[in-house]
């Protein structure tokens, strides 16, 4: 069984990334995650993310939703269509399963995720 976790623990280290350069709009900014949690199976992992100002498109599996939450800093995410939502501090939202856009670090941010992704899918 695993310890009960509190958000107010020291994160784990984080691991750098970059968007792919063939998703990229524009200089691929640099993301941090620390993975909190992550269950046995795979199919649900939480932690914190942080990243500078940039922009990328993302495709999301069929199976994998995100819920997040804004700490700090601003984002727009925008759908296939054009339809953009602004998230800020406080701000809460979820990405649902195939969801193809864009996604817009305006301000540098941090947010916190959940990750679901769907067995057998």
């Known amino acids: 069984m695993s310890a009960l976790i509190h958000f107010s623990d020291p994160a784990p280290a984080p691991v750098e990334d ?3 350069p063939e998703r990229s709009i524009g200089t691929p900014p640099r993301r941090l995650s620390a993975e ?7 199919a649900l992992s939480m932690g914190d ?4 100002p940039g922009a990328w498109r993302i495709a999301f599996h069929p199976a994998r939703h995100e819920f997040f939450q ?3 800093g601003r984002l727009r995410i925008v759908d296939a269509v054009g339809l953009a939502r602004e ?24 947010k916190r995720y959940v990750m679901l992704d769907r067995q057998g899918q």
């Not at 909190?36 to 795979?42: C, K, N, T, W």
């Not at 993310?49 to 500078?52: L, M």
Request: glycine letters at 14%.
């Open 87 to 110: 998230f800020g501090p406080g701000d809460a939202g979820i990405i649902p399963a195939g969801f193809v856009g864009t996604f817009e670090v305006l301000e540098a941010v941090t």
């Open 49 to 52: 993310w942080a990243c500078e």
């Open 70 to 72: 804004v700490i700090s």
């Open 36 to 42: 909190r949690y992550s269950a046995d199976d795979g």
């Open 18 to 20: 970059r968007p792919a």
